[in-house]
């Protein structure tokens, strides 16, 4: 095996993974969002110091790492696919069917910057993180951006970072 093959092995596990840990990702959405519709009592909510900043009944929540490359052309992509992504079954039960939009649920995201960090021997990096000065107008662009693709009343998010 020369290094031309490995570097294509390498390329494929990596999609590999990436398709495991989206799959992970919606099966951990839709089991969540499956327990929130036995239990009604329990919301989904974010707090700040112990105080209730945001809170969503049915729906997503979207844990979402700005990064000090992102750009306003990748504001359209994150919320076209934050909204149009297939998590949810459809009324036949045909699994990964239906979007948050298809099912009229709610989206509360939550700026999360320890998204962005990289391990630098045992200690955590974070200059890959947006500065929060830079990262709350994007933040905000994002949340406005999607409650003009959706249906405003729908889309929560926190007033501050």
Same mark, same amino acid.
């Given at each position: 095996?020369?290094?031309?093959?490995?570097?294509?092995?390498?390329?494929?596990?990596?999609?590999?993974?990436?398709?495991?840990?989206?799959?992970?990702?919606?099966?951990?959405?839709?089991?969540?969002?499956?327990?929130?519709?036995?239990?009604?009592?329990?919301?989904?909510?974010?707090?700040?110091?112990?105080?209730?900043?945001?809170?969503?009944?049915?729906?997503?929540?979207?844990?979402?790492?700005?990064?000090?490359?992102?750009? =306003?052309?990748?504001?359209?992509? %994150?919320?076209?696919?934050?909204? @149009?992504?297939?998590?949810? /079954?459809?009324?036949? *039960?045909? +699994?990964?069917?239906?979007?948050?939009?298809?099912?009229?649920?709610?989206?509360?995201?939550?700026?999360?910057?320890?998204?962005?960090?990289?391990?630098?021997?045992?200690?955590?990096?974070?200059?890959?993180?947006?500065?929060?000065?830079?990262? =709350?107008?994007?933040?905000?662009? %994002?949340?406005?951006?999607?409650? @003009?693709?959706?249906?405003? /009343?729908?889309?929560? *998010?926190? +007033?501050?970072?």
């Amino acid at each position: 095996m020369n290094l031309k093959d490995v570097s294509k092995w390498n390329a494929r596990v990596a999609l590999v993974y990436a398709v495991g840990v989206w799959t992970l990702l919606g099966a951990t959405i839709y089991t969540h969002m499956e327990s929130q519709a036995r239990k009604k009592d329990d919301a989904e909510h974010t707090e700040v110091a112990g105080e209730q900043v945001s809170a969503i009944e049915r729906g997503i929540c979207v844990l979402l790492g700005i990064s000090v490359e992102d750009t =306003q052309k990748d504001v359209d992509y %994150i919320v076209r696919k934050i909204l @149009n992504l297939r998590l949810f /079954e459809d009324e036949n *039960g045909r +699994a990964w069917s239906k979007s948050v939009m298809d099912r009229e649920l709610e989206v509360l995201c939550v700026s999360q910057f320890t998204l962005q960090c990289i391990l630098k021997g045992n200690k955590p990096d974070f200059h890959s993180a947006m500065p929060a000065e830079l990262a =709350q107008p994007f933040y905000n662009s %994002i949340l406005e951006h999607m409650r @003009n693709a959706y249906r405003p /009343e729908l889309i929560k *998010g926190e +007033a501050r970072l």
